[in-house]
């Protein structure tokens, strides 16, 4: 007679062949480590790459952050600058947002790929440290890294603004549509800026957020997503300070219109879209394998 086998082991031996990806046991090791690498992390994963870009921020010296917070104020004109350029150059038809907003995903492309500091991005990563820990010095930490990298984008835009104000730099077709759009930076009332600035610092947190899994498509990604804010117009605090100071610089706006109509709505919704991202739809899910303790602070309290 043959030997009759348990179902148990009927079932382990079921679960073990029906493993997938890198732990099937229908691939040999090189197999299991090519598995490895393409499968999509999961988001427990990129929380974690994530936090640790946050964890590096918030080390950072005040001096590198400052730099680094300032090149990217530079970098980021080149969206206002291109923009312009489009715009310049294509008729004044409904349809022109569509070409023209492609120049606004080269500042974008400069930060993110050239790894300087930029305040919307920190909304996501400088965040997840203080969610995890929850305690004073982080909090303190965190604004300290905001004040510095906001102070010091916000100058490097100042800086780009001036450079490209004196007339006789760009033909006399690509200055006016560098005064049109500074004038679509402040030409809606508080409440519309705001929440077209939740939208802009949601997509560009998501953005951040995604790269981890994008691998080789991470310029398409940040593409795709800039060019998203930048169709809809979207008010971001950094580029569209560019925008909303060369209006004031070349004569064709007013310092309280750029602090009241873009400055204070977009800033405010900015920080409302990355943070409200992270926290309620990226932090959140992961409490339980993030704190399986039931939600103790990993500061060393019990």
């Excluded at 300032?70 to 600058?81: C, D, I, M, R």
């Excluded at 498509?217 to 593409?223: G, P």
């Excluded at 809809?232 to 925008?243: K, Q, T």
């Excluded at 405010?268 to 303790?293: E, F, K, M």
Aim: charged letters at 20%; proline letters at 6%; aromatic letters at 8%.
């Amino acid at each position: 007679m043959s030997e009759e086998r348990a179902p148990s082991d009927d079932a382990a031996e079921r679960g073990s062949s029906d493993k997938a990806g890198p732990e099937s046991p229908h691939l040999d090791e090189g197999d299991r480590s090519l598995a490895a690498q393409h499968a999509a992390p999961r988001a427990l994963v990129i929380h974690e790459i994530v936090r640790e870009e946050g964890e590096d921020e918030l080390r950072r010296r005040p001096a590198a952050m400052a730099f680094s917070g300032f090149a990217a104020g530079l970098s980021v004109g080149f969206s206002f600058l291109m923009l312009s350029i489009l715009q310049s150059h294509l008729p004044a038809a409904p349809w022109r947002p569509l070409l023209d907003s492609v120049g606004y995903t080269v500042g974008f492309l400069i930060v993110v790929l050239g790894r300087q500091e930029l305040f919307t991005e920190s909304t996501l990563t400088a965040v997840l440290p203080l969610l995890m820990r929850r305690d004073r010095a982080t909090l303190m930490a965190l604004l300290r890294f905001w004040g510095v990298v906001l102070s010091c984008n916000l100058l490097g835009t100042l800086v780009f603004a001036a450079l490209v104000t004196p007339t006789g730099l760009f033909s006399e077709s690509i200055h006016r549509s560098m005064i049109e759009v500074g004038r679509g930076a402040v030409s809606e009332p508080f409440a519309p800026t705001l929440l077209k600035a939740v939208l802009a610092g949601w997509l560009i947190a998501l953005m951040i957020w995604l790269l981890p899994s994008a691998r080789s498509a991470r310029m398409f990604v940040i593409l795709f997503l800039s060019y998203v804010v930048g169709v809809g117009r979207f008010s971001h605090v950094i580029a569209g300070s560019v925008e909303a100071a060369f209006l004031v610089f070349s004569g064709h706006g007013t310092i309280g219109e750029y602090l009241g109509r873009f400055f204070v709505p977009t800033l405010i919704g900015n920080t409302i879209g990355g943070v409200a991202l992270v926290a309620l739809l990226n932090h959140a899910p992961l409490v339980p394998d993030l704190h399986p303790d039931g939600g103790k602070r990993d500061n060393g309290e019990r």
